[in-house]
């Protein structure tokens, strides 16, 4: 059955997001939290398909926890526990429906702004580099392909859109208009940082990050957090080292495989029904990426929680 927010009548619910359903909660210490539940939904151009992909919201919950605490040295996340029978008691009688899929969290005030790093032009960086040589205001050498390697890693800054909206790239004076040069500085800081360890760890196991989305928000205490997800297939393009080719779209281990099977049959920003063999193939790749990342067994993971 579909996870909706309908299944959770007895919590109070903050809103629906692509993937996400959000909760507001008390925390075993009576603070302020929210509870994150990844559904096994799938958004492509900013459309949420009717199809899902079995065991995805699991997937992306298990990598971003794990990357989480790869980076805590880097800078605090939200993550209180992923435990469920350590949740608050108003909880338990949902623990069937969150095992392995939901976080407790602090709660953030989040920053209006994604904050996106890329080390290889694709997608829409791609495109903008097309189009004018530069992306979100970064001149580039000339001469690069879909694919290339950048100089150096990027900062490249959006706007945050509602559901079916797309993000608008800004340049990195529009984000220290909108959230202040100070805190836009100290995100583009930690976004960075952020970037070049994963891209380190990644590398290490044989994988290319080309590009991520992060999000941040500040707590009560007014510390600046990691929230969200993090490099996971939905927020991350990962490429198998061994098949990088600059000139041509990547192997890829993310939804990379959705967007191209929508632009091949004609349905680009359709909600359209995925064949199975085009959902077994998506589940397939999210599972390699958290096992290849992590070094773990998803089939495992599955079995602890």
Known sequence: MPLAAEQFSGLTHLGSGKVRELFAVDDADG???ILLVASDRLSVFDVVLPSEIPDKGAILTALSLWWFEQLADLVPHHVITATVSDYPAALQPYASQLVGRSMLCRRLDMVPLECVARGYLAGSGWLDYQAAGTVSGHALPAGLQDGSKLPEPLFTPSTKAAIGDHDEAI????AGDLVGPELAAELERLTLAVFGRAA???????VLL??????FGTDASGTLRLGDEVLTPDSSRFWPADTWQPGRAQPSYDKQYVRDWLIE???RGRAVELPPDVVDATRARYVEA??????????DYLAAA
Not at 290 to 299: C, D, M, N, Q, W
């Open 290 to 299: 958290y096992e290849v990342l992590t070094g773990r067994s998803f089939a």
């Open 31 to 33: 603070e302020p939290a």
């Open 210 to 215: 080309a590009d991520t989305k992060l999000e």
């Open 265 to 267: 049959s004609g349905q």
């Open 200 to 206: 380190e760890l990644a590398a290490d196991r044989g």
């Open 171 to 174: 340049t990195r004076d529009q």
